[in-house]
């Protein structure tokens, strides 16, 4: 599972000294989408030192450890279809990995991921010294080599769900002789909130609400389960009910949470809610019974959406098979 939910942000942040040290941008957005309409970002540097977890802005996008910036896909269908994964600076590949399965990461699968969390991957080295990494690349689209030389916007494969990860995205990681470097807040700041020079090209809109987290189940799971992962089921006996879960944080009154979910046999449902006393931190579930004869044996994928005036702010897809 991702991450716990509940954690106070701490006011001493991740002390990893970079050794960068010019102030120019270099950043172009890393995958062919438009932010905020066909994809957004998920997750940020976690800068809290030690334990718990925080973002630059002082907010809980981010998971405890996490050394990366996370772009997601609004839409299952262009994921399908297949979304770039772009350089974001000109550069050196350095590195590339291929042929890691596309897949929920789970307890079951664990060991084969052990050491390869980032699944698939490109490294490049850039003029400035710094290194980029994209990461769960999709399996087979790999499409440079170490030592090709990359444009801005060069196609380096496709977004995917290889390593460690249960959800689509692109892991970028930014690296300067090994140390982390938060690409929105690159100075090591005493406080979150401090703001200081940004490695975008284009600053990117931070807003913070998100979701940490969407499932099925084939009951309502209490919420320690939901936090903890132990509520997610990757396979579900057709007899049983169909449960869509999801974990969100920081929505605000008047915000709509949609939950659906479409089978072998098409939609299986679709419950929309406007928020009228969201909390900090809660979760929603929604399902039904079993039809008589049981589901339709197959895969059933779920679809875990918050909007706010017609936005998108975080849409969260998972999928589980009914024998």
Known sequence: MRRASGCVCAA?????????????????????????????????????EDTGQGDYACGIKTRDGHRGTDFALTNWAAYEHGVNVLAAAPGIV??????????????DNAEKVGGREYGNAVRIRHENGLQT??????????????????????????????????????HLSILDDGAHLDPFAPKVAKTCGEMDETLWLDPLTYTKTGMFTAGFSDTVPDFADVKSGAARRLEITATRPLVLYTHF?????????????????????????????PKRSQFQAYGRKAPTGGWA???????????????TLAVRFTEVTVR
């Not at 010019?22 to 932010?35: G, N, R, S």
């Not at 350095?94 to 307890?107: H, I």
């Open 12 to 48: 001493v942040l991740w002390a990893a000294a970079p050794l960068w040290g010019q102030e120019a941008p270099f950043l172009a957005l890393p995958l062919d989408c438009v932010p905020g309409e066909s994809c957004y970002v998920e997750d940020y540097v976690d800068r809290v």
């Open 94 to 107: 350095e590195a590339t990995r291929d042929g890691m399965e596309d897949r929920q990461y789970s307890k």
């Open 133 to 170: 990494l994209y990461c769960h690349l999709r399996e087979g689209s790999v499409a440079v080599r170490s030592g090709d030389a990359a444009e801005r916007g060069t196609v380096l494969g496709k977004i995917g769900m290889s390593g460690k990860t249960n959800y689509q995205h692109v």
């Open 249 to 277: 944080f920081h929505a605000q009154v008047g915000d709509v949470l949609t939950l659906q979910v479409a089978g072998p046999k098409g939609p299986v449902f679709e419950n929309a809610e406007t928020l009228d006393a």
């Open 297 to 311: 044996q197959g895969t059933y994928r779920g679809t875990a959406t918050l909007q706010r005036d017609g936005q």
